[in-house]
């Protein structure tokens, strides 16, 4: 078992300080920290003065961990996914709530843990599951064929080589270390100690992006923070790379009424369901001074916007 940090030695969060303003906190208010983790997040709400959070996450070990994180009897913690928030907080009683925050992708404290094999910074078996239940990386890389990989890798990563690393995958088979996939990744796509970012990183954030259905994951986050905050509701999301933030872009833009008008060539549709969210901000990208004190958020956007009273879209299930 991994060693639980202390509170001084906890994780800080990436735009922290950016976020708990977009929240607005009035004391007493209630809110959610969607992605728990170290509990940086929760801390920074209820330093400022929340009255309530619920921390939810779908790792158990973040929330077995979560009393010494953050040992503060305004805390609840909840083993479950943000994508399930609003059923979670209604069979808790906890409907409406003033505020959601969710931070998107691996948390930092996944990511040291060389045992759940996030990173190839060490070296560790080939597991990447947040649940830590299910299909692990491994079980993935050794039993798709090389098109389902390289589509994964394509789609998720956005890695234009994607087929050159699936037949070297295939090739290499079978894989159980994070060290192996790295080295293999590397060798395929010819790496060389010049490059700016090391040619593993879209291949690993693919893979992991696929095990834990992420994508999916904050599409139906978002559309539960909909249905959970009150009016008047503030909602924080931090994305770290183009995908997620793409998909919190467009679902802000629709949710806010701001989607693009139509054209003499295709007229607009008839008026849909009234704006759920107003006041949308510009994103916010992390400060010189904290890229400086934590080169991984270099990525990292911040997004928010408030609730309006109107009713939550009934949407079709996919």
Known sequence: MSTVPSPAQAHVPVLVDEVVAALAIVPGETHVDGTFGA???????????AGRVIGLDRDPSAIMN????????RLTLIHDRFSRMAEVLAEHGLLPVDGVTLDIGVSSMQLDQAERGFSFGKDGPLDMRMSQDGQTAADFLNGADEAEIARV??????EPRARTI???IVAARPLTRTGELAAVVRKALGHHSGMKTDPATRTFQAIRIHLNAELDELEQGLRAAERALRPGGRLAVVTFHSLEDRIVKRFLRDRS???P???RHRPDAAA????TFTAVAKPVAPGEAELLANPRARSARLRS??????PAWQEMAA
């Not at 929760?42 to 003065?49: D, E, K, Q, S």
């Not at 849909?272 to 704006?275: E, K, L, Q, T, V």
């Open 257 to 259: 009424g701001a989607a």
């Open 305 to 310: 916007a408030v609730r309006t009273d109107a």
């Open 66 to 73: 979560g009393p010494s994180l953050v040992p503060d009897p």
């Open 166 to 168: 699936a037949r070297a």
């Open 39 to 49: 509990g940086g997040y929760t801390r920074a709400m209820l330093g400022a003065g």
């Open 153 to 158: 890798v394509r789609e998720y990563g956005e």
């Open 272 to 275: 849909g369901p009234a704006a």
């Open 261 to 263: 008008a139509g054209s």
